[in-house]
Protein backbone atom coordinates (compact mmCIF):
# COMPACT_ATOMS: atom_id res chain seq x y z
CA UNK A 1 0.00 0.00 0.00
CA UNK A 2 1.48 3.49 -0.48
CA UNK A 3 0.73 7.00 0.03
CA UNK A 4 -1.33 9.60 -2.30
CA UNK A 5 1.53 11.77 -4.11
CA UNK A 6 2.84 14.60 -1.39
CA UNK A 7 1.43 17.31 -3.96
CA UNK A 8 -1.82 16.06 -5.25
CA UNK A 9 -3.72 18.75 -7.82
CA UNK A 10 -5.73 21.05 -6.04
CA UNK A 11 -9.06 19.75 -6.12
CA UNK A 12 -11.74 23.44 -6.35
CA UNK A 13 -14.73 23.59 -4.56
CA UNK A 14 -17.22 22.81 -7.69
CA UNK A 15 -14.87 19.47 -8.09
CA UNK A 16 -15.45 18.38 -4.69
CA UNK A 17 -19.38 19.20 -5.05
CA UNK A 18 -19.12 16.70 -7.68
CA UNK A 19 -17.74 14.46 -6.15
CA UNK A 20 -20.04 14.41 -3.31
CA UNK A 21 -23.13 14.47 -5.36
CA UNK A 22 -22.09 11.67 -7.70
CA UNK A 23 -20.95 9.70 -4.10
CA UNK A 24 -24.65 10.34 -3.26
CA UNK A 25 -26.45 9.11 -6.51
CA UNK A 26 -24.08 5.78 -5.55
CA UNK A 27 -25.14 5.28 -2.27
CA UNK A 28 -28.73 5.29 -3.95
CA UNK A 29 -27.52 2.27 -6.08
CA UNK A 30 -26.30 0.39 -3.52
CA UNK A 31 -29.70 0.71 -1.54
CA UNK A 32 -31.36 -0.68 -5.42
CA UNK A 33 -28.60 -3.47 -5.88
CA UNK A 34 -29.58 -4.86 -2.11
CA UNK A 35 -33.14 -4.79 -2.61
CA UNK A 36 -32.39 -6.53 -6.02
CA UNK A 37 -30.17 -9.15 -4.49
CA UNK A 38 -32.67 -9.94 -1.82
CA UNK A 39 -35.79 -10.13 -3.87
CA UNK A 40 -34.35 -12.03 -6.22
CA UNK A 41 -34.92 -9.37 -9.68
CA UNK A 42 -31.32 -9.52 -10.81
CA UNK A 43 -31.25 -12.88 -10.59
CA UNK A 44 -34.50 -13.38 -12.77
CA UNK A 45 -33.73 -10.17 -15.21
CA UNK A 46 -30.29 -12.20 -15.66
CA UNK A 47 -32.41 -15.43 -16.35
CA UNK A 48 -34.48 -13.96 -18.92
CA UNK A 49 -33.90 -12.35 -22.59
CA UNK A 50 -35.59 -9.50 -21.81
CA UNK A 51 -38.67 -8.73 -19.41
CA UNK A 52 -41.09 -6.00 -19.07
CA UNK A 53 -41.94 -5.29 -15.85
CA UNK A 54 -44.92 -6.82 -15.49
CA UNK A 55 -43.11 -10.38 -16.69
CA UNK A 56 -40.57 -9.76 -14.39
CA UNK A 57 -42.86 -9.33 -11.65
CA UNK A 58 -44.77 -12.31 -12.27
CA UNK A 59 -41.70 -14.23 -12.59
CA UNK A 60 -40.08 -13.24 -9.37
CA UNK A 61 -43.44 -13.34 -7.63
CA UNK A 62 -43.77 -9.42 -6.58
CA UNK A 63 -45.81 -6.79 -6.63
CA UNK A 64 -45.28 -4.99 -10.07
CA UNK A 65 -45.61 -1.26 -9.20
CA UNK A 66 -42.31 -2.02 -6.66
CA UNK A 67 -40.60 -3.72 -9.67
CA UNK A 68 -41.20 -0.87 -11.96
CA UNK A 69 -39.90 2.14 -9.75
CA UNK A 70 -36.93 -0.51 -8.73
CA UNK A 71 -36.35 -1.17 -12.33
CA UNK A 72 -36.18 2.89 -13.46
CA UNK A 73 -33.63 3.23 -10.89
CA UNK A 74 -31.73 0.87 -12.47
CA UNK A 75 -32.07 2.03 -15.85
CA UNK A 76 -30.98 5.62 -14.80
CA UNK A 77 -27.73 4.34 -12.92
CA UNK A 78 -26.70 2.33 -16.66
CA UNK A 79 -26.69 -1.24 -15.13
CA UNK A 80 -30.48 -2.35 -16.43
CA UNK A 81 -31.10 -1.50 -20.13
CA UNK A 82 -34.32 -0.25 -21.32
CA UNK A 83 -35.75 -0.59 -24.85
CA UNK A 84 -38.77 2.22 -24.61
CA UNK A 85 -41.04 0.74 -27.58
CA UNK A 86 -41.38 -2.39 -26.76
CA UNK A 87 -40.72 -1.42 -22.81
CA UNK A 88 -38.36 -4.25 -22.52
CA UNK A 89 -35.26 -4.66 -19.78
CA UNK A 90 -32.46 -6.42 -20.01
CA UNK A 91 -29.46 -7.27 -17.49
CA UNK A 92 -26.88 -7.14 -20.00
CA UNK A 93 -24.45 -10.34 -19.23
CA UNK A 94 -21.32 -8.55 -18.29
CA UNK A 95 -23.12 -6.82 -15.37
CA UNK A 96 -25.02 -9.77 -14.61
CA UNK A 97 -21.49 -11.40 -14.33
CA UNK A 98 -21.12 -9.06 -11.13
CA UNK A 99 -24.60 -8.70 -9.48
CA UNK A 100 -26.27 -12.42 -9.55
CA UNK A 101 -25.95 -15.62 -7.48
CA UNK A 102 -24.36 -17.19 -10.66
CA UNK A 103 -21.33 -15.00 -9.91
CA UNK A 104 -20.50 -16.78 -6.83
CA UNK A 105 -17.20 -14.56 -4.82
CA UNK A 106 -17.92 -11.84 -7.62
CA UNK A 107 -21.61 -11.14 -6.62
CA UNK A 108 -21.40 -7.41 -5.54
CA UNK A 109 -24.93 -7.20 -5.20
CA UNK A 110 -24.58 -9.31 -2.11
CA UNK A 111 -22.02 -6.98 -0.40
CA UNK A 112 -24.20 -4.15 -1.42
CA UNK A 113 -26.67 -5.53 1.56
CA UNK A 114 -24.23 -4.05 4.42
CA UNK A 115 -25.04 -0.59 3.93
CA UNK A 116 -28.35 -0.77 4.31
CA UNK A 117 -28.41 -2.63 6.91
CA UNK A 118 -26.23 -1.12 8.87
CA UNK A 119 -27.80 2.08 8.51
CA UNK A 120 -30.57 0.44 10.42
CA UNK A 121 -28.22 2.08 13.41
CA UNK A 122 -27.76 4.97 13.00
CA UNK A 123 -29.51 6.83 15.30
CA UNK A 124 -27.88 4.32 18.18
CA UNK A 125 -24.29 5.05 16.56
CA UNK A 126 -25.40 8.52 17.01
CA UNK A 127 -26.02 7.88 20.38
CA UNK A 128 -22.39 6.58 20.82
CA UNK A 129 -21.04 9.24 19.75
CA UNK A 130 -22.54 11.59 22.32
CA UNK A 131 -22.40 9.33 25.41
CA UNK A 132 -19.86 6.78 24.46
CA UNK A 133 -20.19 3.35 24.90
CA UNK A 134 -21.18 0.57 22.10
CA UNK A 135 -23.74 -1.54 21.08
CA UNK A 136 -24.73 -5.23 21.39
CA UNK A 137 -24.81 -8.30 18.55
CA UNK A 138 -28.45 -7.93 19.33
CA UNK A 139 -28.46 -4.40 17.95
CA UNK A 140 -27.79 -6.27 14.44
CA UNK A 141 -30.45 -9.05 13.89
CA UNK A 142 -29.23 -9.41 10.09
CA UNK A 143 -25.84 -8.56 10.21
CA UNK A 144 -24.60 -12.24 11.00
CA UNK A 145 -27.21 -13.96 8.03
CA UNK A 146 -25.62 -11.80 5.49
CA UNK A 147 -21.89 -11.80 6.50
CA UNK A 148 -22.72 -15.71 6.89
CA UNK A 149 -24.04 -15.83 3.10
CA UNK A 150 -20.87 -14.39 1.84
CA UNK A 151 -18.23 -16.55 4.45
CA UNK A 152 -19.81 -19.84 3.22
CA UNK A 153 -19.12 -19.50 -0.23
CA UNK A 154 -15.18 -18.37 0.48
CA UNK A 155 -15.43 -21.50 2.86
CA UNK A 156 -17.23 -23.80 -0.08
CA UNK A 157 -14.66 -22.40 -2.67
CA UNK A 158 -11.31 -22.08 -0.86
CA UNK A 159 -11.22 -23.23 2.78
CA UNK A 160 -10.36 -27.01 2.16
CA UNK A 161 -8.37 -26.41 -1.21
CA UNK A 162 -6.58 -24.01 -0.52
CA UNK A 163 -6.87 -21.96 3.18
CA UNK A 164 -5.92 -24.79 5.23
CA UNK A 165 -2.89 -25.91 2.83
CA UNK A 166 -1.35 -22.35 3.37
CA UNK A 167 -0.02 -24.15 6.45
CA UNK A 168 2.57 -26.66 5.73
CA UNK A 169 1.70 -30.51 7.10
CA UNK A 170 -1.89 -29.66 8.31
CA UNK A 171 -3.66 -31.20 5.43
CA UNK A 172 -2.06 -34.37 6.46
CA UNK A 173 -2.13 -33.66 10.20
CA UNK A 174 -5.62 -33.44 9.67
CA UNK A 175 -6.46 -36.87 7.49
CA UNK A 176 -4.46 -38.61 10.26
CA UNK A 177 -6.47 -36.73 13.23
CA UNK A 178 -5.85 -33.20 14.85
CA UNK A 179 -7.56 -31.72 17.34
CA UNK A 180 -8.86 -28.45 15.98
CA UNK A 181 -11.15 -25.41 16.99
CA UNK A 182 -12.64 -22.32 15.31
CA UNK A 183 -12.53 -19.05 17.77
CA UNK A 184 -15.36 -17.38 17.09
CA UNK A 185 -17.31 -19.84 15.20
CA UNK A 186 -20.74 -18.25 14.74
CA UNK A 187 -22.99 -20.72 12.97
CA UNK A 188 -20.17 -23.21 12.72
CA UNK A 189 -20.12 -23.46 9.18
CA UNK A 190 -16.08 -24.07 8.34
CA UNK A 191 -15.98 -26.49 11.46
CA UNK A 192 -18.89 -28.69 10.09
CA UNK A 193 -17.07 -28.25 6.20
CA UNK A 194 -13.80 -29.27 7.65
CA UNK A 195 -15.58 -32.20 10.09
CA UNK A 196 -16.85 -33.14 6.83
CA UNK A 197 -13.53 -33.38 5.05
CA UNK A 198 -11.46 -34.68 8.03
CA UNK A 199 -13.13 -37.57 9.66
CA UNK A 200 -9.99 -38.64 11.07
CA UNK A 201 -10.03 -35.55 13.30
CA UNK A 202 -11.85 -33.61 15.79
CA UNK A 203 -13.36 -30.45 15.75
CA UNK A 204 -14.51 -28.10 18.08
CA UNK A 205 -16.55 -24.68 17.29
CA UNK A 206 -16.46 -21.93 20.48
CA UNK A 207 -18.33 -19.12 20.25
CA UNK A 208 -20.24 -16.99 23.06
CA UNK A 209 -23.33 -16.71 21.18
CA UNK A 210 -26.01 -19.38 22.19
CA UNK A 211 -27.94 -18.85 19.22
CA UNK A 212 -25.19 -19.56 17.07
CA UNK A 213 -24.26 -22.15 18.84
CA UNK A 214 -27.24 -24.05 18.80
CA UNK A 215 -27.57 -23.19 14.96
CA UNK A 216 -24.27 -25.69 14.65
CA UNK A 217 -24.88 -28.00 16.96
CA UNK A 218 -28.48 -28.24 14.87
CA UNK A 219 -26.37 -28.68 11.81
CA UNK A 220 -23.61 -30.73 13.08
CA UNK A 221 -26.80 -33.36 13.51
CA UNK A 222 -27.87 -32.65 10.64
CA UNK A 223 -25.16 -33.83 8.75
CA UNK A 224 -24.39 -37.15 10.81
CA UNK A 225 -20.85 -35.60 12.26
CA UNK A 226 -19.46 -37.51 15.51
CA UNK A 227 -15.94 -35.33 15.02
CA UNK A 228 -18.03 -32.12 15.44
CA UNK A 229 -19.25 -30.63 19.18
CA UNK A 230 -19.74 -27.05 19.95
CA UNK A 231 -19.16 -25.02 22.79
CA UNK A 232 -20.50 -21.78 24.13
CA UNK A 233 -17.91 -19.89 25.90
CA UNK A 234 -16.12 -16.89 25.49
CA UNK A 235 -12.40 -17.28 24.23
CA UNK A 236 -10.78 -14.75 26.17
CA UNK A 237 -11.13 -17.01 29.06
CA UNK A 238 -11.96 -20.54 28.10
CA UNK A 239 -9.42 -22.61 30.38
CA UNK A 240 -7.93 -25.40 27.68
CA UNK A 241 -4.68 -25.09 28.33
CA UNK A 242 -2.23 -27.72 25.67
CA UNK A 243 -5.82 -28.53 23.92
CA UNK A 244 -5.27 -28.10 20.38
CA UNK A 245 -3.07 -29.06 16.79
CA UNK A 246 -4.80 -25.95 15.21
CA UNK A 247 -7.04 -23.04 15.93
CA UNK A 248 -8.37 -20.83 13.20
CA UNK A 249 -9.96 -18.00 13.52
CA UNK A 250 -11.55 -16.57 10.70
CA UNK A 251 -12.41 -12.83 10.41
CA UNK A 252 -13.34 -12.50 14.54
CA UNK A 253 -10.28 -10.88 16.12
CA UNK A 254 -10.98 -7.32 15.36
CA UNK A 255 -14.18 -7.75 17.15
CA UNK A 256 -13.42 -9.00 19.75
CA UNK A 257 -13.88 -7.16 23.55
CA UNK A 258 -10.37 -8.23 24.31
CA UNK A 259 -8.47 -9.01 20.95
CA UNK A 260 -4.79 -9.20 23.23
CA UNK A 261 -6.30 -12.10 25.45
CA UNK A 262 -8.21 -13.38 23.04
CA UNK A 263 -4.91 -14.32 21.36
CA UNK A 264 -2.79 -15.09 24.42
CA UNK A 265 -5.29 -17.37 25.36
CA UNK A 266 -5.09 -18.98 21.85
CA UNK A 267 -1.43 -19.27 22.43
CA UNK A 268 -2.35 -21.12 25.72
CA UNK A 269 -4.53 -23.76 24.15
CA UNK A 270 -2.10 -24.58 21.38
CA UNK A 271 -0.02 -27.41 21.70
CA UNK A 272 3.26 -27.11 21.29
CA UNK A 273 4.04 -27.15 17.75
CA UNK A 274 0.53 -26.10 17.40
CA UNK A 275 -1.02 -23.51 14.65
CA UNK A 276 -2.98 -20.31 14.91
CA UNK A 277 -4.63 -19.85 11.28
CA UNK A 278 -6.34 -16.64 11.93
CA UNK A 279 -8.03 -14.50 8.38
CA UNK A 280 -8.67 -10.83 8.90
CA UNK A 281 -9.23 -7.56 6.93
CA UNK A 282 -6.22 -6.68 4.73
CA UNK A 283 -5.36 -2.87 5.86
CA UNK A 284 -2.82 -1.00 6.60
CA UNK A 285 -2.41 -0.24 10.73
CA UNK A 286 -1.65 3.66 9.17
CA UNK A 287 -4.27 5.70 7.96
CA UNK A 288 -2.12 7.15 5.66
CA UNK A 289 -1.58 4.02 3.47
CA UNK A 290 -4.96 3.20 3.76
CA UNK A 291 -6.09 6.68 1.67
CA UNK A 292 -7.10 5.74 -1.88
CA UNK A 293 -7.16 2.36 -1.51
CA UNK A 294 -10.54 0.38 -3.05
CA UNK A 295 -13.32 -0.22 -0.40
CA UNK A 296 -11.28 1.77 2.27
CA UNK A 297 -14.20 3.89 2.69
CA UNK A 298 -16.30 1.11 3.22
CA UNK A 299 -14.61 -0.51 5.43
CA UNK A 300 -14.14 2.16 7.88
CA UNK A 301 -17.74 2.80 7.67
CA UNK A 302 -18.43 -1.20 8.59
CA UNK A 303 -15.66 -0.82 11.57
CA UNK A 304 -17.63 2.34 12.92
CA UNK A 305 -20.76 1.16 12.11
CA UNK A 306 -20.41 -2.57 13.98
CA UNK A 307 -17.02 -3.78 14.78
CA UNK A 308 -15.70 -0.99 16.76
CA UNK A 309 -18.77 -0.64 18.67
CA UNK A 310 -19.70 -4.05 19.20
CA UNK A 311 -16.70 -4.14 21.29
CA UNK A 312 -16.76 -1.35 23.21
CA UNK A 313 -20.70 -2.29 24.24
CA UNK A 314 -19.12 -5.10 26.09
CA UNK A 315 -16.03 -2.69 27.46
CA UNK A 316 -13.52 -3.75 25.46
CA UNK A 317 -10.56 -2.13 23.20
CA UNK A 318 -12.64 -1.63 20.47
CA UNK A 319 -10.08 -2.26 17.79
CA UNK A 320 -12.02 -1.56 14.93
CA UNK A 321 -12.32 -3.77 11.14
CA UNK A 322 -9.09 -1.59 9.82
CA UNK A 323 -6.38 -2.65 12.58
CA UNK A 324 -4.10 -3.40 10.14
CA UNK A 325 -1.27 -5.90 9.57
CA UNK A 326 1.13 -4.09 11.64
CA UNK A 327 -0.96 -4.37 14.64
CA UNK A 328 -1.49 -7.59 14.01
CA UNK A 329 1.56 -8.97 13.78
CA UNK A 330 2.61 -6.69 17.10
CA UNK A 331 -0.21 -8.70 18.94
CA UNK A 332 0.46 -11.96 17.90
CA UNK A 333 4.23 -11.50 18.83
CA UNK A 334 2.82 -10.27 22.31
CA UNK A 335 0.75 -13.05 22.82
CA UNK A 336 3.35 -15.55 22.56
CA UNK A 337 3.66 -16.27 18.94
CA UNK A 338 7.33 -15.76 17.55
CA UNK A 339 7.00 -17.69 14.18
CA UNK A 340 4.52 -15.68 11.84
CA UNK A 341 4.04 -15.63 8.56
CA UNK A 342 1.62 -13.87 6.31
CA UNK A 343 -0.36 -15.05 2.96
CA UNK A 344 -2.88 -13.63 0.60
CA UNK A 345 -5.45 -15.97 -1.80
CA UNK A 346 -7.03 -14.89 -5.11
CA UNK A 347 -10.50 -16.48 -3.16
CA UNK A 348 -10.46 -14.38 -0.80
CA UNK A 349 -9.21 -10.48 -1.52
CA UNK A 350 -10.48 -8.74 1.79
CA UNK A 351 -8.17 -11.00 4.02
CA UNK A 352 -4.92 -11.83 4.92
CA UNK A 353 -4.01 -14.91 6.34
CA UNK A 354 -1.87 -15.05 9.16
CA UNK A 355 -0.05 -18.51 9.90
CA UNK A 356 1.54 -18.59 13.64
CA UNK A 357 3.18 -20.94 15.05
CA UNK A 358 3.65 -21.81 19.02
Same mark, same amino acid.
Given at each position: ?40 ? %??? /? !? ?5 ? *? &? ?5 ? $???? =? ?41 ? %??? /? !? ?5 ? *? &? ?5 ? $???? =? ?41 ? %? ?184
Amino acid at each position: MTAPSANPVPETTEEFSERLTAAIDNAALVLLMSIGHQTGL %LDT /L !AASAGST *S &EQLADAA $GLEE =RYVREWLAGMTVAHVVDYEPVSAIYTLPSHRAATLTREAGLNN %LAR /L !AQYLPLL *S &EVEQKIL $GCFR =RGGGLQYQDYPRFHAVMGERSREIFDKALIGTVLPLVEGIPEG %LEGGLDVADFGCGSGYAINLMAQAFPASRFTGVDFSDEAIATAAADAERLGLRNASFLSADVATLNAPATYDLITAFDTIHDQAHPAAVLANIHRALRPGGVLLMADIKASSRLEDNIGVAMSTYRYTVSLTHCMPVSLGLEGAGLGTMWGRQLAESMLAEAGFSDVTVREIEQDTSNYFYIARR
